[in-house]
């Protein structure tokens, strides 16, 4: 008889956007005349710009001709597209090579994904709260698990503890949910103790394009060394509302090696490369073409005025939040604001009040962790009525 995977006992039942839409969807039902504003899911609404559309129109016109059309594709990415990461990287002051360049459908499937490099033996060091794909991914592998603090005494931007040893470790910034970002010196701390553990730092850099202070870091490798323990992982999602175009990337430097216990040297790039080739078959041809066209000069112009909408949405709930003298967090170099829960209420039970009073969705924190019990997070990934409307609406709850 085949044996299951019986990690998966440990997981929780419902994934925490499935058990939102669960909820919402019986709302709808019981009301269906009520208009739902929504505020939670991390997902975008503005349409691809122009040259990315005019791009993929004409990838789609290559795949109509014999002399261009194109079949299975590199499963690293094409050329074009990473020489195009390549050198988005240098202009933000960090050299790569472009064979440490890996394009895929997106970062929640490489954060996943990545663990097929590391032994089940490792410790995994999480913030709490976090993003859930990195602890249940790491829960349907039977790792063991340790969890960091993220609490509002920190500003939610956990530091290394000397007294703890990890050898994988998951840092997001700016961060999903809390939307803090850390600075240089905070990431120099963070690099410093990964060499000193013989750690492996797996960096979400998936909001780096929200970050408007220039002092701040938006990738891992803006620090020394860091190419000598850090793993990055970018999307297009967020950056250029490729949320259902699907097209990511992954930094694995060359210089991350060990020594095998049969004493050869394995490197992970070369270990992500075999496992791309064999699991992978790549990002179709029209998409990475699409892709290409965000990093170029006119691409970059557009992408940067979509995210300023949403920087718009963003200022709207934190300037709301400022009104009524809620405690909150991000807003300004993140889409996301993380606030504390009025009248003292527990995640969930405020997730209720909003959606059955005044119709609004957002996503209580309990579902990033524990340490998120008391705290909610609303996205800017709306448009700019819906989300005054939203604020509005919010503020009735307090009269």
Known sequence: MAKFNENYLNLKESYLFSEIAKRVSAFEK????????????????????GRVIESLHSAVDEMSKADTFKGYGPEQGYDFLRNAIKDYYKRNGVELDADEIFVSDGAKSDTGNITDLFSVDNTVLIPDPVYPVYVDTNTMNGRKIIYMDATADNGFLPMPDPNIHADMIYLCSPNNPTGAVYNKEQLEQWVEYA????????????????????????????????????????????????????????IVPKAITQKASNGSEMSLNKMWNRRQTTKFNGVPYIVQRGAAAVFT????????????????????????????????????NSPYIWFECPFGMESWDFFDKMLN?????????????ANGNNFFRLTSFNNKENTAEAMERFETLFK
Request: proline share 3%.
């Open 30 to 49: 019981a009301e269906p005349d009520k208009r739902i504003i929504r505020l939670g899911i991390g997902d975008v609404t503005l349409p691809l710009s």
């Open 297 to 332: 000069e006119e691409g970059m112009k557009e992408a940067q005025a979509m995210i300023s909408i949403y920087r718009e949405n963003a200022k709207i709930i934190s300037d709301t939040m400022d009104r009524l003298g809620i405690r909150y967090f991000g807003g300004v």
């Open 195 to 250: 060499l000193a553990n013989d750690a492996v730092i797996l960096f979400d850099s998936a909001y780096e394009s929200f970050i408007q202070d220039k002092s701040l870091p938006r990738s891992i490798y803006a620090i020394k060394d860091a190419k000598k323990c850090a793993i990055e992982f970018c999307s297009l999602s967020k950056t250029a509302g490729f949320t259902g175009t699907r097209c990511g990337y992954t």
């Open 357 to 369: 009073e005044i119709q609004v969705v957002g996503t209580p924190g309990a579902g990033f962790g």
